[in-house]
């Protein structure tokens, strides 16, 4: 499953259609860019009309709201971000810019979900092995509410009485009953937390005690808008304390248009995650160009470039509960982030022929019969779905057993994605060469490690002081093997090794992400990146102006992406020194890191 920018090229050509009507395709160099205009926006036609998010200075908004409405455009506001929704002809735009207010304009840009039909091999149970999730027992996600962003959730027995509320984004936000007339979200919610009923432990999702919030936002199609899912994010930031919403899943996302800083859905996104909400967000499925098969890098969609989102690119188990030939799905979108250059994804986990219930009059299952496992009932039928969408839900499900685990000890979304990355144990190819950060981020999703070390932390702990209040054996024993951590933490524009959990830093608090928060040196991705040749992908549609599609990668001065990672400046990632800076004070990371030592 996915949605655009998530899926293989045919998955493509929903946007190419709007893309083509709004772009005369002209190379960038070419044209005088109006930068408040995203790229989808620069070469709009004239004689059409295009749907657009304008982000206005919070001071004028409503001016700029009654500015628009004298000129006959209706709008509709998304508070949080200080933006407004609307349709205007393309030959208008550039006014628009002009509008005093207004800080940028982007494309509403459309999402849709799709999906792969593969034969199905890996159930709730053996994924659960997988993970190194219990059996029996442990946390199971108990008082945890998790939005599911997404085409609905269906009332099946699955669920329970754990569907808390439903919201239909596609209407207006209005309250309705649970439905799910595509499938796809209803299959995510499963994977985070079904029971399996009435199909028994091999249906069962990550964290079967979780409960539910269903914001619908995709139609019968599986389509949508960004706008509704802004506004969906934004209810759920509203609603936080009332619904009790712990973790928002956003199994989907669109190209990215336009920088992170001004990306309407990432901005979204970075509000929920500053208001304590622990944001969990696919990768996307574009890691592979389809006419050579080679990998590519930079195919992150948005809002998976959120620096503050936990960014879930695709793990293949092969079916098997030991990690020694697990590798990183081949269409699992790579790092870095395409306009800002951030290091993503942050990790990746399962998400390769994940076995869930969906309903039965679902799109998805009535158009798709290939997708489906077993005989499944009059209400309810197993179907096989594979992408970074069930990398999502299945880290959300994770997510909600930490917050369980941590109770009443409260997890901030940075502490969490902290835990994750440094947990997580280190994947290698075919040839047993381990993949480089920009394909695997800190390493494979480790269930059991995460809740060893979440029970190990004292959050109440002093700033800058020692917080482990027990040792901790960085090491997790997966079919009979010791299976090490990863270790490692990869955030914003940086990659820092070492003992970066062994301190309460200021970091793990719920600060907004920003240029004031510094990890490792400070050392960004540059300015003058060679991208090989101008490649286009799917149907129309150019990510970007280029993509390079190659193992190794050259950025700018010297900046050699491979088996090393290594900087014009001499700096090499491994096994040095790095200092770090945080909270007003300074600490030396030597190595890998090590929680055995205390201070």
Request: charge should be negative; charged fraction near 15%; proline fraction near 6%.
């Amino acid at each position: 499953m996915t949605v655009l920018g998530f899926a293989p090229p045919r998955a493509w050509r929903i946007a190419a259609i709007l893309f083509v009507a709004l772009t005369a395709m002209q190379p960038a160099a070419a044209q005088t860019l109006n930068p408040r205009l995203d790229r989808a926006l620069q070469h709009a036609k004239p004689g059409t009309f295009v749907r657009v998010i304008v982000q206005v200075d919070p001071s004028r908004r409503g001016v700029v709201r009654r500015l628009l409405a004298a000129q006959g455009y209706g709008s509709h506001e998304h508070p949080v971000i200080s933006a407004l929704t609307l349709d205007v002809p393309a030959s208008w735009l550039d006014n628009l810019t002009r509008m005093p207010g207004v800080l940028s304009v982007s494309l509403d840009a459309p999402l849709a979900a799709t999906q792969t039909a593969i034969v199905p091999t890996t159930n709730g149970e053996l994924l659960r092995q997988e993970l190194g999730v219990p059996a029996t027992g442990g946390y199971q996600g108990q008082g945890v509410v998790v939005a599911v962003i997404d085409s609905g959730i269906a009332p099946l027995s699955t669920f329970g009485g754990r569907i808390r509320a439903f919201y239909d984004f596609t209407l207006g936000g209005v309250a309705t009953t649970p439905r799910d007339d595509y499938g796809h979200g209803t299959h995510v919610a499963a994977t985070i937390g079904g029971t399996g009923t009435p199909y028994g432990d091999a249906y069962s999702g990550v964290a079967p005690s979780v409960s539910f919030v269903g914001l619908k936002v995709l139609d019968a199609n599986g389509q949508g808008y960004t706008s509704n899912v802004i506004d969906a994010i934004e209810f759920a930031i509203t609603k936080k304390t009332i619904l009790g919403i712990d973790v928002i899943n956003l199994s989907l996302g669109h190209a990215p248009y336009e920088s992170a800083t001004t990306d309407p859905l990432v901005r979204a996104v970075e509000h929920a995650s500053a208001a304590g909400i622990v944001v969990v967000v696919s990768a996307g499925n574009v890691g592979i160009n389809p006419a050579t098969g080679l990998p590519g890098y930079g195919g992150i969609s948005s809002p998976g470039n959120a620096r503050s989102a936990i960014t879930v690119g695709a793990s293949q188990t092969m079916g098997t509960v030991g990690r020694s030939d697990d590798v990183v799905g081949a269409y699992s979108s790579r790092g870095p982030t395409w306009n800002d250059r951030y290091a993503k994804p942050d990790l990746v986990a399962p998400g390769h022929k994940i076995v869930q219930v969906v309903g039965v009059g679902s799109r998805l299952n009535v158009q798709n019969p290939t997708l489906r496992v077993g005989t499944g009932n009059t209400v309810s039928q197993p179907i096989s779905l594979t992408g970074t969408s069930m990398s999502a839900a299945v880290t959300s499900g994770v997510v909600a057993r930490m917050i369980d685990a941590a109770h009443p000890k409260k997890l901030t979304p940075n502490l969490v994605k902290a835990i994750l990355q440094y947990s997580a144990t280190t994947l290698r190819d075919a040839q047993q060469v381990p993949y480089d950060r920009m394909t695997q981020g800190a390493g494979e999703l480790n269930s059991n490690g995460a809740i060893t070390l979440t029970r190990a932390i004292n959050p109440s702990a002093p700033l800058n002081q020692y917080w482990l209040t027990s040792l901790v054996v960085p090491s997790t024993t997966y079919a009979g093997l010791v299976v090490p951590w990863a270790q490692n933490v990869i955030w914003g524009d940086n990659i820092v090794w070492g003992d970066t959990l062994s301190y309460h830093l200021h970091a793990y608090d719920n600060v907004v992400w920003g240029d004031n928060l510094v990890w490792g040196d400070n050392l960004v991705w540059g300015d003058n990146i060679v991208w090989g040749d101008n490649i286009v992908w799917g149907d129309n549609i150019v990510w970007g102006e280029n993509i390079v599609w190659s193992v190794n990668i050259v950025w700018g001065d010297n900046l050699v992406w491979g088996d090393n990672i290594v900087w014009s400046v001499n700096i090499v990632w491994g096994e040095s020194d790095i200092s770090v800076s945080e909270g007003g004070g300074q600490f030396v990371l030597q190595g890998p890191a090590n929680l055995f030592t205390e201070p």
